[in-house]
């Protein structure tokens, strides 16, 4: 089975963009991209929910990763108050699995990136509905100058990737014991 990553975001929606122009969907295509390049380093099968800069939907997406054996979303988060910095992970309310794979990811990433922690949020989003188990993270705050420096230096985006990649290799591992 294929572990999907979906890179968010997109084509005609870039998704937030910082104070000097940075655009989210840039940073969250270049992060999948290593995810995927490291996890057939495993040996994993993998796929991108969107092979280019285009914008399918969320359920699009969701729909691409059907049968797969997990799927990660990736983005870079945005508030109004640029003062707000961090590293939140999304799940869908009552998968057990996904919530599982939720905490893994944040977790990891925290180890990888060193930020703040804004804990595990279980929300009905789109393209986490359905199967497979599946987590969106939020890599930092585009909105933030200081993280928003950190998501342009490609060591930060890097050490996002292998955080990702060493809670995917987990997930499976522990999937694979039940």
């Known amino acids: 089975m294929m572990v ?7 084509g005609t929606d870039p998704g937030a963009t910082g104070t000097t122009g940075l655009r ?41 990763a059907a049968a797969a054996r ?15 910095q961090g590293l939140e992970t999304y799940a869908w309310p009552g998968r057990h699995d996904s919530i599982a794979l939720a905490w893994i990811l944040q977790e990891s990433l925290l180890v990888t990136t060193a930020r703040k922690d804004r804990g595990v949020k279980v929300r009905n989003l789109t393209v986490l509905g359905g ?9 930092a705050f585009i909105s933030n100058p200081d993280e928003e420096k950190l998501l342009r230096e490609q060591w930060y985006r890097e050490k996002a990737a292998l955080g990702i990649v060493y809670a995917i290799k987990g997930f499976i591992s522990i999937a694979r014991k039940k």
């Open 24 to 64: 989210e969907a840039d940073v969250n295509w270049d992060v999948a991209l290593k995810v995927r390049q490291y996890l057939q380093r495993y040996g994993l099968e993998t796929g991108l929910t969107r092979e280019r800069d285009e914008s399918p939907s969320q359920s699009q997406r969701r729909d691409r």
């Open 70 to 84: 997990c799927l990660v979303s990736i983005h870079c988060n945005s508030y109004n108050e640029p003062s707000v």
């Open 131 to 139: 199967d497979p188990p599946s987590a969106l993270v939020e890599l």
């Open 4 to 10: 999907f990553i979906d890179p968010g975001h997109g």
